[in-house]
């Protein structure tokens, strides 16, 4: 019954700017946490954000923290990572997922469904 679906991928420059949503359906939205991952070919599937329901706590990999943003607008039951000064090893296909409101966010293991993925390359 849950399906989200990603959108908003693309070809940038590095220091170019990209936004992904991702439409949810099948589950009250207001109510669960949602999160950004990536994947590569032979690595697994690494956190890059997240956000809470309720109190709107937001999450950030290191890697990405003051260049992503992550948001949420329930009305629309989307959720959106904003990606800005993007570099050429954020090249990767980036998944949007969806999981109770308590999960640790950042693990992979946590998110009970997943979209399908939209492919970020980044040129140098």
């Known amino acids: 019954q849950v399906q989200l679906v990603e959108s908003g991928g693309g070809l940038v420059q590095a220091g170019g700017s990209l936004r992904l949503s991702c439409a949810a359906s099948?589950?009250?939205?207001?109510?669960?946490?949602m999160g950004w991952f990536r994947q590569t070919p032979g690595k697994k599937r690494e956190f890059v954000a997240a956000?809470?329901?309720?109190?709107?706590?937001?999450y950030y990999a290191d890697s990405v923290k003051g260049r992503f943003a992550i948001s949420r607008d329930n009305a629309k039951n989307t959720v959106y990572l904003q990606m800005n000064s993007l570099k050429p090893e954020d090249t990767a296909v980036y998944i949007c997922?969806?999981?109770?409101?308590?999960?640790?966010?950042?693990?992979?293991?946590?998110?009970?469904?997943w979209g399908q993925g939209t492919q970020v390359t980044v040129s140098s």
């Open positions: 099948g589950r009250t939205f207001s109510s669960f946490a």
């Open positions: 997922g969806t999981g109770r409101r308590n999960i640790a966010v950042r693990a992979t293991e946590e998110y009970d469904y």
């Open positions: 956000i809470r329901p309720g109190d709107g706590n937001t």
